[in-house]
């Protein structure tokens, strides 16, 4: 397998390759077989996939090998989704190195809007200096501090988003979430996305670790809400969409 994978099925088939030599012949054939179809569907995906700009790419790079930066298939997926609900004004929990804001910036009007939350200031400073070097750097406005407290001071300035992107702190997203709905920071018709809803297969696969707890906890607290349409999207980590209930479920 070439890289990492947030699919705990693929992680084990990784693991039997390592075991390969005890198998059979015909069922070691096979093992390759399914392993290199695994390797080039991603690959496939990944070459009918738009390519990103230059600038993503930079930023990219930036993070390293960290698997907190969203990729270019996700990067690319953000885009398609703010242009398809023609977004206008957006709001990012968890900026990081600016991939996921950026890809969502390329595709708003030249008088859109990103507001994305960061408390690292280290990171916003770096950051600022990667989206500086795009044109469309200029939609991006950073919030630095805890993302509680920008969302609040948002919704209390009467603030609403056409898409909010949330990507941080596990141990908070039931926070957003009731400020987000709770104090209508998401526009009417908006769209909520929450990035690893399936937290490295560890919400259904393991007990797993603290923070696999914390994304299980809000999925279960989630689901009890009647008044949203939810659907998880198993893109890279799962991407759990969240609407209310009336702008999904047409009349009869
Ligand atoms: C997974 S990364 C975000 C990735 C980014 N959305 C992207 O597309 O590349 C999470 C970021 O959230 C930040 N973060 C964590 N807790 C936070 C909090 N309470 N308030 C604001 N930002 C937070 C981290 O410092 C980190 O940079």
Known sequence: MSSFSYDPAIRKLDELMKMKHLLPKEAADMLDT????VDKRESYCKQMTTEESPALTKIRKAAGSSRMT???LEGQF????VSMTRAKKILEVGLFFGHGALAMAEAIPADGIVVSCEIGAEQVEKTQKLLDQSPH???IKIKQGPAKDTLLKLAEEGDTFDFIFIDADKQSQEDYYKIIFGKQ???PRGTLVVD???????TYDTEGTYKAHDVRKFNEFVVKDET???VLIPVRDGMLFIRRLEDVE???
């Open 137 to 139: 750097g200029k939609k």
């Open 250 to 252: 047409a009349s009869s």
């Open 78 to 81: 953000l885009k398609t989704l």
């Open 196 to 202: 690893n809803a399936l937290f490295y297969g560890e």
């Open 185 to 187: 920071l998401l526009a």
């Open 228 to 230: 949203v349409h939810r």
């Open 70 to 72: 969203t990729d270019q």
């Open 34 to 37: 399914v392993s290199s179809l």
